[in-house]
Structure formats: C-alpha cells, structure tokens
C-alpha cells in the first residue's frame, strides 16, 4: 500500500465515524502521525483529500456491486445481496456525512450523484430486466420510472432533513421490502417469502 493510500484509508475511517466537517487535516495527520506538513505534501487541501476519498469509495461501490451481478444470477437475490452490502456500509457511516458533501463539497457531490443516477440507476435497470424476462417480475411497468423510483427513495433516506430519528438501516430495509412487493409476480413473490430480504430478520 502506497503512503497517499494510507492517507486515503484514514481519510475515509475518520470521515466515516464522525463526519465530514467534524474531522481536520490535524486530525488526519495525527491519526497517521505525520506532520500536517507532510500530509498537505499529498493533498492539496481538504476539498481535494474529500474528493480523492468520496473517488476510491465509489470505485469500491462499483466493484462490489459488479461482482454482485457477476455471481449472482436471480434478480431477487441479487437486491438481497446489495441490500446486504447497503446495511454493511451504511451501519458504518455517520448520517452527516451525505449531507456535508452536499452542501461544502460540489465536487466531491457530483462524483456521488454521477454514481448514483448512472451506475446504480443502470444496475436496477438490469435486474428489472432480467427479472421481466423470468417472469418474476411484472411485465406492465415502466422500467425507467421504477429504477428512478428506487433511486429517488435511497435519495430521500441518505439526504432528507426529516429523517432524523429513524434508524438509516431500518429505512433501507422498508425501501428494498417496498421496492420487491411492489415489482414481483406471483411467482416472484413466492420466491420472496421462502427467501426475504436480510434472512427474514425485521431490522
């Protein structure tokens, strides 16, 4: 691992647990213990080390998920499985943190929106697809305004101001078991109760 990935990890570790705006160079520097000379020797400012941080992340996103798809082959285990790789992550992450990139850091923002309205948007629109073309699920929807839908609730989870209070987890969970019912056939839904979402467990 290269020095400005070391920086990276920590970046992202601090930013993770407490926040965007909460967490410092000085901080960084100190969890690396270098001096913030050196640390600004790799990155320019803040808004850079943000930027190069949100980056690595979302190609980690990217990776998982294509490897969701790659190895897994039914439409409603593969929402089981990026629901799972959502709880894993988002478990992790303090609620602020989406809203500190919106609102101080534009560029770091449009990395994840990119990713968000392209990649995961096309990947919700493949497993409509795929789940059309087995019958699981339904044949009568509109295909682009479904994968929106989804990609609009996942919006409202990570970015609303009138979310606080209610557990991140527990509203991802509402929105995937939202999503599936709301998609599958009879057959489709067959196959959900003998294999729901998170093992059956109500987060």
Same mark, same amino acid.
């Given at each position: 691992?290269?020095?400005?990935?070391?920086?990276?990890?920590?970046?992202?570790?601090?930013?993770?647990?407490?926040?965007?705006?909460?967490?410092?160079?000085?901080?960084?520097?100190?969890?690396?213990?270098?001096?913030?000379?050196?640390?600004?020797?790799?990155?320019?400012?803040?808004?850079?080390?943000?930027?190069?941080?949100?980056? @690595?992340?979302?190609?980690?996103?990217?990776?998982?998920?294509?490897?969701?798809?790659?190895?897994?082959?039914?439409?409603?285990?593969?929402?089981?499985?990026?629901?799972?790789?959502?709880?894993?992550?988002?478990?992790?992450?303090?609620?602020?943190?989406?809203?500190?990139?919106?609102?101080?850091?534009?560029?770091?923002?449009?990395?994840?929106?990119?990713?968000?309205?392209?990649?995961?948007?096309?990947?919700? @629109?493949?497993?409509?697809?795929?789940?059309?073309?087995?019958?699981?699920?339904?044949?009568?929807?509109?295909?682009?305004?479904?994968?929106?839908?989804?990609?609009?609730?996942?919006?409202?989870?990570?970015?609303?101001?009138?979310?606080?209070?209610?557990?991140?987890?527990?509203?991802?969970?509402?929105?995937?078991?939202?999503?599936?019912?709301?998609?599958?056939?009879?057959?489709?839904?067959?196959?959900?109760?003998?294999?729901?979402?998170?093992?059956?467990?109500?987060?």
């Amino acid at each position: 691992m290269s020095f400005k990935e070391k920086i990276l990890d920590s970046a992202e570790t601090l930013f993770t647990r407490f926040g965007l705006r909460s967490v410092t160079m000085d901080d960084i520097a100190s969890d690396l213990s270098i001096s913030k000379k050196t640390l600004y020797g790799c990155v320019k400012d803040k808004k850079e080390l943000v930027l190069l941080t949100m980056t @690595k992340n979302v190609l980690s996103h990217k990776k998982e998920s294509e490897e969701i798809f790659k190895n897994i082959s039914h439409p409603i285990d593969q929402m089981s499985a990026i629901f799972d790789a959502m709880y894993k992550r988002t478990a992790e992450i303090n609620p602020s943190v989406f809203k500190d990139l919106q609102k101080s850091h534009p560029k770091a923002f449009h990395v994840f929106n990119s990713f968000r309205e392209d990649f995961i948007f096309n990947k919700i @629109k493949e497993n409509l697809n795929m789940g059309v073309s087995i019958d699981l699920y339904r044949d009568d929807m509109d295909i682009d305004l479904i994968a929106n839908f989804y990609i609009r609730g996942v919006d409202h989870i990570i970015l609303s101001e009138s979310n606080q209070g209610i557990d991140v987890v527990h509203k991802q969970y509402e929105l995937m078991n939202y999503h599936l019912r709301g998609i599958v056939t009879e057959k489709g839904l067959e196959y959900l109760k003998i294999n729901p979402i998170n093992h059956g467990i109500k987060i």
